[in-house]
Every structure is written in C-alpha cells, then in structure tokens.
C-alpha cells in the first residue's frame, strides 16, 4: 500500500513539475514568462474577459496574470475574473504625490498602478503587459525568446490623431507620424513614441524603485497620456521597436490600411471608444473592427 501511494505521489510531483515548465518557464531559456494586465475598476470587465478569452484561443504555453486593484474592484467582477482560472495579483493603486489639478491626464490616473507589474518578482523574470482594451488574435509566444532580449520593447504609436482630439499635442498629425514616412530621418523626433498598451519587460524591484524617484521628482503635468509619456521618457532611447502587428491600433485601419493586415495582425488594440460601449457614436467606425472583439468574448474553450 505505501508503495502504491509513493509511486502515486511521484507521478503527481511530475504532473505539477510538467505544468510548471510548459506555463512558466521559457521554451529555449531558463526564465519565467507571463503575460500581464490590470483591472482598476469595474468599468474594464468586458475588456479583461475578452483578453482572457482570446489568450485562452490562441494556444498560448504561457499564463495571464491579472493585477487587481482590490478596493476599487467590486467581488462579482472579482470572482468572474476568478472563473477564467488566470492568476490574480492584489496591489494597491499606485498614484502620483502631485496635485490632481496639476496632472495633464486626469482621467488616466488608474493607469498609473500600472507600473506595479514591475514589482511582480515572485510572478515571473519576463513579462508582456497588455492593456484590457486588447484582444489577441493570433498566437505571439514568440516575443518572450527575442534573440537579444531586451529590458524593454514595444511598439511605436500612431501620432495622426484622426478623432482630432484637442487634448493630444499640437504635432501630433499625419505629417508628423513615423507611419507616414518611409525616410524617419524627415519626422519630427517628438513622434518617436511607443504606445504604452502592449510592452515586453523584466520585472525589477530597483526599477520599480527607480520608477517612484521619477514620479515624486518629475514634473508630470505636461504627460498628457500619463505613464505611456512617463514610460517613453524614462526608457528613452533604450528601448527595442516590435513591428506593429503586435499593437495594432484599431485607427490604423483609417490611417494606415497599408499596414492593416488581419492574417498577419497578432492584437488588436481599441484605444479610446471601448466595443462594449454600443452607445458611444465612434464605434460606427469600426463595426466590422468591434466584432472581432465580440468574437473573443463570446469564445468558450473546452
């Protein structure tokens, strides 16, 4: 009978022991890899499942950690998120000492917290944040193996501002936007920018510390879109450029329909007007765009 139950525990330590590599450790290197986001509010529970969901359909080997700030985040949202089976990350919301009124992107103060995924250590030693407003359509494994490995790597944004919105800088514009120019040398160094929705990253208490000094030193209130400006200025220059297929805008498909390929993109990012808000106007745009993302919400895995 012990022999049964040793043999038995054996094959369940090799069982976990399997689950461990194929979930957290890296095919061709020894590092714990995860994707990241964060839900501040009640308000992204559709963009979370949804992201969960078209994870879950892509086959990815790797797990999503979702970092909850608690008190803002009511229980029902909580245990659906719970029901995904994806890891949950309790944090504090994290927000700058500055004054309110002296911070150009109030209503990105949630995206702050944010940058606590730089202190999930235990989680993993690489990590891809995506931002709630993402789905993933096809399976992106590949960019935790990068060959050169960098401390940071995004995607360059689109500065062609085609809502017109009066709030983003004065050279944001097409004539202004990398995407626009085949000869980067013309543009304005100011659009040299990554969108902050979708980065790779290793995950560092110093950094993180380093971060802090930042946020109580620096004056933010010329950051008009919050840590995305605070993330480009403190990775300036050191920061490794993925093509856009890995961050594609939902507007490139107005602005850029040279580089909007479906068979090709890996996410999808529905910056500004959400899918699941069928009231806002601006989602007429992109209908076809939106029921993609529909289709991730309602994907059931077996």
């Given amino acids: 009978m012990f022999e049964i139950l040793f043999e038995y525990g054996s094959m369940i330590r090799k069982f976990l022991g399997s689950i461990y590599q194929n979930y957290f450790i890296g095919k061709n290197k020894n590092d714990r890899c995860a994707w990241v986001t964060l839900i501040c509010n009640d308000e992204y529970l559709p963009g979370v499942l949804a992201l969960v969901r078209s994870l879950k359909r892509s086959k990815t080997i790797y797990p999503l950690v979702v970092i909850i700030v608690e008190d803002n985040v009511s229980q029902d949202a909580q245990q659906q998120i719970k029901n995904e089976e994806c890891s949950i990350k309790y944090v504090q919301g994290l927000y700058p ?12 103060m949630f995206a702050w917290t944010k940058l606590r995924a730089f202190q999930m250590t235990d989680i993993a030693d690489k990590c891809v944040f995506l931002d709630s407003d993402m789905i993933v359509l096809q399976n992106l494994d590949e960019v935790f193996q990068l060959e050169d490995d960098p401390d940071f790597a995004a995607v360059q944004t689109c500065i062609c501002n085609p809502g017109k919105i009066s709030t983003y800088p004065e050279f944001w514009n097409p004539s202004n936007c990398p995407y626009s120019h085949n000869d980067l040398s013309t ?23 380093e971060m802090l000094k930042c946020l109580n030193t620096w004056d933010l209130s010329q950051f008009k879109f919050a840590e995305q400006d605070f993330l480009n200025k403190f990775y300036e220059k050191n920061w490794k ?20 390929d479906l068979s090709k993109i890996k996410i999808i990012h529905y910056l500004n007007a959400k899918p699941w808000n069928k009231a806002d106007p601006r989602n007429q745009l992109y209908e076809n765009i939106n029921q993609l993302w529909w289709d991730a919400l309602e994907y059931k895995s077996n």
């Fill in 241 to 260: 450029s993925l093509p856009s297929i890995y961050n594609a805008l939902k507007t490139f498909s107005i602005t850029h329909p040279n580089i909007w």
């Fill in 187 to 209: 543009i304005d160094d100011r659009g040299r920018m990554f969108n902050g929705g979708f980065f790779l990253f290793h995950p560092n208490e110093n950094v993180f510390q």
């Fill in 97 to 108: 000492n500055q004054e309110l009124s002296d911070l150009a992107a109030q209503h990105f």
